[in-house]
Nanobody, 123 residues
Framework: VQLQASGGGLVQAGDSLRLSCAASGRTSSSNVMGWFRQAPGKEREFVAAINWNSGSTYYTDSVKGRFTISRDNVKKTVYLQMNSLKPEDTAVYYC?????????????????WGQGTLVTVSS
């Protein structure tokens, strides 16, 4: 499977952005799709994930209530709707695919990664 992330940009605090991650190739081997982010000087961290089949989702606490992950099975695309953005959300955002049957927040359990898309939130 190949992943193509897009949708990043420069916004002000309080604004919204929607990231997209288009999957191609052998997508049947990917059961879970996740979004991670890496801020300058920090380690990559889990943001949200969704199960392709059940649609179940999971979020890290810092984005609950502000971010929504969703998927379009026909378009093979996963979205991350980000509302009420804060400067601390500034990071490179990566989408990733995992063959795990249940959602995982552990980056090493994601075997395919897309290129990052930069989100910058100014105060």
């Amino acid at each position: 499977v190949q992943l193509q992330a897009s949708g990043g940009g420069l916004v002000q605090a309080g604004d919204s952005l929607r990231l997209s991650c288009a999957a191609s190739g052998r997508t049947s081997s990917s059961n879970v799709m996740g979004w991670f982010r890496q801020a300058p000087g920090k380690e990559r961290e889990f943001v949200a994930a969704i199960n392709w089949n059940s649609g179940s989702t999971y979020y890290t606490d810092s984005v609950k209530g502000r971010f929504t992950i969703s998927r379009d099975n026909v378009k093979k695309t996963v979205y991350l709707q980000m509302n009420s953005l804060k400067p601390e959300d500034t990071a490179v955002y990566y989408c990733a695919a995992s063959a795990q049957m249940v959602i995982t927040t552990i980056s090493s359990r994601y075997n395919t990664w897309g290129q990052g898309t930069l989100v910058t939130v100014s105060s």
